[in-house]
């Protein structure tokens, strides 16, 4: 990797795992089923994509390189990353401690794992870490899960602090990264075992291709990962693949952009009255905006706003002619939601407010477009 990481991440195509004969300054698609092996002389042999495909292989050793990791494996979607790191990790009767504030596919996903091979799993506040200490402390505890902000709730957790805290009582921690990206946090730097995101939203950042991918610190860790993801199906195809490096040079200016102007909004909404509270991690009245400071480098552009009504917060909605009502973030174009409605609808109303997030509750993810318009939007939606 190049001494800063926005160079490294102009310059994709020399992680391609040979040098294309033309040159090309995008690593050309291998969209293909199967290779023949007697034309092949190299030191790595592909038979089969779902195995291994240059394209994506290319995808996977940049990854692997800015997470600082021992290998990654790129998934056909943000879910199967999560999916892949449960059937490396858990087996049958396995425990697993996860954040309360977590993804609502993260959420369904662990139902599925609870009924199908009855997994134990134990949410848990990872601010209160005496509590958390407790559940690892009485229970053989496999895998430590946490998101870092945490979507919707946007809890700043100190990574560094909860991976000791894992390795103390012998467990595996990861941390989904999608919200911040390897941009502006790399977990596995802070202790994690596994870095895992979603592709889908801000590394590529167009919205055109949902994709996943997970960098496992160690080379042990990243066998499994490879044998499980050929063995389950999990690999992404390389038309997707060619699809995320697109946008992967221009990320910096992106994610620069999404924490300027989201914080400029989320600074104007606390000064409505309309509004009840505001949750961005980049104002000054989070609760954790020194450790968010401190942990990364960019504040991405996804906050949430407490309306002083259901029906105003829905009225908002309706009335935006700018803001799509879309789950996902990480676009050029602003999107809200209702968590309660959408991404976080597999939540129970009383889970849903044990993270603090109710009906009148509305999720930004703001884009690229001029602040002044949304502004206006915003103004025009209320009225």
Do not use: W
Request: hydrophobic letters at 40%.
């Amino acid at each position: 990797m190049y001494k800063n990481i926005e160079t490294t991440l102009s310059h994709i195509a020399k992680f391609a795992p040979f040098e294309d004969v033309a040159g090309a300054s995008h690593f050309p698609i291998y969209n293909t089923g199967t290779f023949d092996l007697k034309k092949q002389n190299g030191d790595k042999i592909y038979d089969y994509t779902r195995s291994d495909n240059p394209t994506r292989e290319m995808l996977e050793n940049l990854f692997t390189e800015v997470e600082n990791g021992a290998g990654c494996v790129c998934t056909h979607t943000g879910i199967a990353s999560v999916a892949l790191l449960f059937e490396t990790v858990l087996k049958a009767n396995s425990h697993i401690v996860v954040e309360a504030d977590c993804y609502g596919g993260t959420f369904r996903l662990l139902k599925v794992f609870k009924e199908k091979y009855n997994i134990t799993v134990h949410f848990a506040n990872f601010l209160e870490f005496d509590k958390l200490e407790e559940i690892l402390k009485t229970n053989p505890i496999d895998l430590v899960l946490c998101e870092s902000p945490t979507n919707p709730g946007l809890k700043i957790i100190d990574l560094e602090e909860v991976a000791t805290l894992a390795h103390k009582y012998n467990s595996l921690f990861a941390v989904d990264n999608s919200l911040a990206t390897f941009i502006s946090q790399r977990p596995l730097d802070l202790g994690a075992d596994f870095s895992l995101f979603s592709t889908t939203k801000y590394i590529s950042g167009h919205g055109a291709v949902v994709a996943g991918a997970i960098v496992a610190k160690t080379k042990e860790l990243s066998q499994q990962i490879h044998y499980y993801a050929n063995a389950h199906g999990r690999s992404q195809n390389p038309m997707d693949v060619y699809l995320i490096s697109l946008g992967i040079p221009t990320l910096k200016v992106r994610m620069k952009e999404h924490q300027e102007s989201s914080l400029k909004i989320a600074q104007f909404l606390e000064k409505q009255d309309y509004i009840k509270k505001v949750t961005h991690p980049a104002l000054k009245s989070h609760p954790q905006y020194e450790l968010a400071n401190k942990q990364m480098k960019y504040i991405p552009g996804v906050f949430c706003a407490d309306f002083t009504t259901q029906e105003l917060a829905e009225k908002f909605i309706e009335n935006t002619k700018i803001f799509g009502e879309k789950c996902s973030f990480g676009s050029p174009d602003s999107r809200v939601e209702i968590p309660a409605k959408i991404s976080h609808a597999s939540f129970s109303k009383e889970e849903l407010a044990a993270i603090g997030i109710s009906d009148s509750t509305v999720r930004f993810s703001i884009g690229l477009e001029n602040i002044e318009d949304l502004i206006e939007d915003i103004e025009q939606s209320v009225k």
